[in-house]
């Protein structure tokens, strides 16, 4: 397994995570209390990952910005970021991965039913590997797309804060 900083914007407060690449991709637990480690600084991060024997890739933080997630959700009428609804949807794949019990339901049940949204979304961000040279995709979504998506994200959103214990700073560490 490899260990690596992520970063989230959520509430204007900017965290980190420890992204766990496996099998499954995960995110570190708090397993008494059932919740992702949440840390104010990418050293509160590496202090806690050193302390369980886990090390940091050297590699810089993808920053997630929920907030602009949740700003779309609640507009959804408002053009899509896809790329930035990708990163997310991955986000809380990984975050349902991480964790037990039914708070991860209602978005499990919307991620299983989207499959081919998911597929629009990634042909959106245009990667090398997937959109043809000088023809760049640009999706047409439906209102019924625009609906599933906005739900399937408000569910992730509601799902990642149920799950996330915040760290407090490096100083209150101790």
Same mark, same amino acid.
């Given at each position: 397994?490899? @260990?690596?900083?992520?970063? @989230?914007?959520?509430?204007?407060?900017?965290?980190?995570?420890?992204?766990?690449?496996?099998?499954?991709?995960?995110?570190?637990?708090?397993?008494?209390?059932?919740?992702?480690?949440?840390?104010?600084?990418?050293?509160?991060?590496?202090? @806690? +990952?050193?302390?369980?024997?886990?090390?940091?890739?050297?590699?810089?933080? /993808?920053?997630?910005?929920?907030?602009?997630?949740?700003?779309?959700?609640?507009?959804?009428?408002?053009?899509?970021?896809?790329?930035?609804?990708?990163?997310?949807?991955?986000?809380?794949?990984?975050?349902?991965?991480?964790?037990?019990?039914?708070?991860?339901?209602?978005?499990?049940?919307?991620?299983?039913?989207?499959?081919?949204? @998911?597929?629009?979304?990634?042909?959106?961000?245009?990667?090398? +590997?997937?959109?043809?040279?000088?023809?760049?995709?640009?999706?047409?979504?439906?209102?019924?797309?625009?609906?599933?998506?906005?739900?399937?994200?408000? +569910?992730?959103?509601?799902?990642?804060?149920?799950? /996330?214990?915040?760290?407090?700073?490096?100083?209150?560490?101790?």
């Amino acid at each position: 397994m490899e @260990y690596f900083p992520l970063q @989230y914007r959520l509430h204007g407060e900017e965290r980190f995570l420890i992204w766990i690449s496996g099998e499954k991709d995960t995110l570190a637990m708090d397993s008494g209390r059932g919740s992702l480690q949440s840390f104010p600084s990418l050293i509160a991060l590496r202090q @806690y +990952a050193g302390a369980n024997g886990w090390p940091i890739e050297d590699e810089d933080a /993808t920053p997630h910005d929920l907030d602009a997630i949740a700003s779309w959700v609640a507009s959804p009428e408002t053009p899509l970021d896809c790329e930035e609804a990708l990163l997310a949807w991955n986000l809380f794949c990984d975050v349902a991965n991480s964790v037990t019990g039914d708070r991860k339901s209602q978005f499990e049940t919307l991620d299983s039913q989207l499959g081919s949204l @998911y597929e629009k979304l990634l042909l959106a961000d245009n990667l090398p +590997a997937v959109a043809p040279e000088g023809k760049p995709f640009a999706p047409t979504l439906s209102q019924d797309e625009v609906r599933s998506i906005a739900a399937l994200l408000s +569910a992730g959103l509601k799902l990642f804060v149920s799950c /996330t214990l915040s760290v407090p700073h490096e100083s209150r560490m101790n």
